[in-house]
């Protein structure tokens, strides 16, 4: 598993790379709520979401592969463009390799950022697979998220938030293939394991939700989602042992309370 030391590490390599974004207090959510709610705002982070951080910290910790073969990506979106962003700033070519069904302003954008896509799968795992493929002639592979320095590189936003509010006593994540929730976990339960850590993620995909019920990651069957980000079947390997031990409960959310909670942000 990532330590912490692997996070701090992380946040060496990659400060100047990223944008340190804030973490803001919101009078609003915290009306709703009963409780004093913060937002770290990821999206006015560089590409608009955490996936930079993971990447530059990949690229960079093997940046001689990266400038003599290049480096090769599967995503839905985020991480495609978090790919591209990283690897235009390294200085190294892109390949992103897409599923069929990813939205056309994300394979736009990703083009955008200098990087060559690639749709291939019906499924992310699918084009995660053709994107290994495309590695094993030499080019670096950025996995999405079972990668522990993508996981590392994602674990400082954890460090900030510490860094940021001290007295925080919950942390709410949303839930994909697990890169983030492990990343932040590690960074905050090894500083102060009496913080909960609750991931959300969408009902049409409950992969984590399941495979945490299993005690073991499981395949689910992944139905369609405004949340496409996070529409990942299974639970990676590497993230699965991690979200096991730091989780303290998942959340599913309808495709209504999804679409509910992104006007009441807008």
């Not at 340190?20 to 705002?41: C, D, F, H, N």
């Not at 909960?196 to 993620?201: A, E, L, N, P, S």
Request: with cysteine.
């Amino acid at each position: 598993m990532v330590s912490l030391a692997d996070i701090r590490t992380a946040e060496e390599r990659i400060a100047g790379r990223i944008i340190r974004t804030p973490l803001v207090y919101s009078p609003s959510i915290s009306a709703l709520t009963g409780a004093r709610v913060y937002l770290k705002l990821e999206t006015l982070q560089k590409a608009g979401s955490f996936k930079v951080r993971g990447a530059t910290n990949k690229i960079l910790a093997n940046i001689a592969m990266a400038r003599t073969h290049g480096v090769v990506a599967a995503s839905a979106g985020n991480h495609a463009q978090g790919v591209a962003v990283a690897a235009h700033a390294a200085g190294v070519q892109a390949a992103i390799v897409m599923p069929e069904w990813a939205s056309v302003s994300k394979q736009e954008a990703t083009r955008s950022y200098g990087a060559r896509v690639i749709l291939r799968g019906a499924s992310l795992e699918e084009s995660i697979g053709y994107a290994g493929g495309l590695a094993a002639e030499g080019r670096l592979f950025i996995h999405p998220y079972d990668d522990d320095e993508i996981i590392a590189g994602q674990g400082t936003i954890g460090l900030e938030i510490l860094d940021d509010l001290p007295c925080v006593d919950m942390i709410v994540i949303p839930v994909g293939g697990g890169g983030l929730i492990a990343g932040i976990g590690t960074a905050v339960k090894t500083q102060r394991p009496e913080i909960r850590i609750t991931g959300v993620q969408a009902a049409a995909c409950p992969s984590a939700f399941q495979a945490l019920a299993a005690n073991s990651p499981v395949r689910v069957v992944a139905q369609p989602t405004i949340a496409d980000g996070i529409r990942v079947a299974e639970s990676g390997a590497r993230t699965f042992p991690a979200m096991k031990e730091l989780i303290d409960n998942i959340a599913l959310v309808t495709e209504d309370e999804v679409a509910d909670a992104m006007l009441l942000l807008l």
